[in-house]
């Protein structure tokens, strides 16, 4: 009696492993179909394509694709006529039907291996960043890791022309105008504290550091 117990408990278990199993294969495979068209413009590994505006992505969170893709899919970050990446990515949010889809491929974004970008800004000081980077650091972490809690997500492994960009639309309120866009907003607020296109820089070099 306990032996067909066990079996059958063991049985039932070996099931339940291979349903879990294989909805998450089914996912990754839809994650990996849905890409094909992400690649076009952030490249095939995820890496980033300054040509076409499109950032490394490759390694991001979950959370935070998550939520840009609905931001995005909501008008409330791309929208910006002055924004022209974010106008580029907003029409291919829309691509992403339902929130499975969202699921599917920011589960696949996420678990791309992370890559370090080529440096392309030049003539930023790293030691002023780092003096910078002190505020910032409170919401995005010591090594630029981020912090689900805070919304505020990773910046190490980006792309620097990217931050430096991203940068100036919050400043100039083109990215964090939209009062739907909480985080945005907030972000905007502590861009701020760069008062100048050299702080910006100096900030981006040291990030830069943090691979
Ligand atoms: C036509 C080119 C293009 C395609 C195709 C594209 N993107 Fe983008 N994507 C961009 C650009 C440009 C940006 C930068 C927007 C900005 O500067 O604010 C971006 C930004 C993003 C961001 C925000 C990154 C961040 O750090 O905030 C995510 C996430 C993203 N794309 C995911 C995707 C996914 C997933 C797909 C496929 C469904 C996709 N993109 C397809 C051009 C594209
Ligand atoms: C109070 C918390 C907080 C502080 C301090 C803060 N940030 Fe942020 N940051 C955020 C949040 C939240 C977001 C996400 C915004 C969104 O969802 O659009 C963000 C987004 C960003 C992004 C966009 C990343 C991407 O992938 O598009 C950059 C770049 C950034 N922050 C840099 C900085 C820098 C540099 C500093 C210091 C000068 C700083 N942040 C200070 C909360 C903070």
């Known amino acids: 009696m306990i032996r067909k117990l066990i079996a059958t408990t063991a049985a039932l278990y070996a099931a339940s492993l291979m349903v879990t199993g ?4 089914d996912e990754n495979a839809r994650g990996r179909a849905l890409f094909d068209l992400c ?6 590994a995820a890496q980033g394509t300054e040509l076409y505006l499109a950032p490394a992505i490759a390694g991001l969170d ?18 910006n006529y002055q924004d022209v990446g974010g106008m580029r990515m ?6 992403l039907k339902t929130d499975d889809d969202v699921q599917a491929i920011a589960s696949y974004v996420a678990s791309l291996p992370k890559v370090n970008p ?5 003539g930023g000081n790293a030691a002023d ?7 910032c650091s409170a919401c995005h972490g010591q090594a630029g890791e981020g912090n689900k809690s805070m919304n505020s997500p990773p910046l190490s492994h980006m792309s620097d022309w990217y931050l430096v960009s991203t940068l100036q639309k919050f400043k100039e309120g083109i990215r964090g105008g939209n009062p739907a866009n909480t985080n945005a907003v907030l972000m905007r607020g502590m861009s701020n504290m760069l008062t ?12 830069s550091t943090l691979k």
Request: hydrophobic residues 45%.
């Open 62 to 79: 979950e959370w935070y694709v998550i939520s840009q893709l609905n931001v995005f899919k909501s008008g409330a970050r791309g929208l």
């Open 22 to 25: 294989l909805s998450l294969a």
């Open 196 to 207: 100048t296109d050299q702080a910006i820089k100096d900030v981006v070099a040291y990030i």
């Open 39 to 44: 690649a076009q413009c952030h490249g095939s």
């Open 118 to 122: 080529p440096t392309v800004v030049h």
């Open 90 to 95: 907003h029409p291919m949010s829309l691509w």
């Open 129 to 135: 960043g780092k003096t910078l980077y002190a505020t």
